[in-house]
């Protein structure tokens, strides 16, 4: 209940339409990303999965991908990355996998996080 409550907040305060979004500039953030995962299409994982098509994906599932207890509950109960999902649990991994293992405190920048995404959505969507 307190992540719903946290979420419909955020999106009351700053909806991701309202928020120009750079590509070029979430790449660059993504650069902090690296050091645990990859994006490439058919990429391998590494500390972290693949991220490739992660918008819209259910949560836990990229295969070969050994997954925190956390994290395969919370993608049991239905947790999947919507946009939304995905700027709250970049925003702060703990409040949506309490006990999950990505050791990244979070992104407190919502234009960094809106960037992001626009990279995500461009590199998922210039491999396919």
């Known amino acids: 209940m307190r992540f719903s409550m946290m979420l419909a907040g955020w999106l009351a305060l700053t909806p991701l339409g309202a928020m120009a979004q750079d590509a070029e500039a979430g790449q660059r953030v993504f650069n902090q990303c690296r050091a645990c995962h990859t994006i490439n299409q058919g990429g391998r994982n ?5 991220l490739h098509g992660v918008l819209d994906r259910a949560a836990g599932a990229v295969e ?6 956390p994290m395969r509950e919370r993608a049991a109960s239905g ?8 700027i709250a649990y970049i925003t702060d ?16 920048n ?19």
Do not use: D, H, I
């Open 79 to 86: 947790l999947a990355w919507t946009e939304e999902n995905l």
């Open 64 to 69: 070969g991908f050994r997954y925190s207890a």
């Open 46 to 50: 590494g500390v972290g999965p693949n």
């Open 93 to 108: 991994p703990k409040s949506v996998v309490p006990g999950g293992s990505m050791s990244y405190v979070g992104l407190r």
């Open 110 to 128: 919502p234009e960094q996080r809106a960037n992001l995404l626009a990279y995500l959505r461009q590199a998922t969507a210039a491999a396919n």
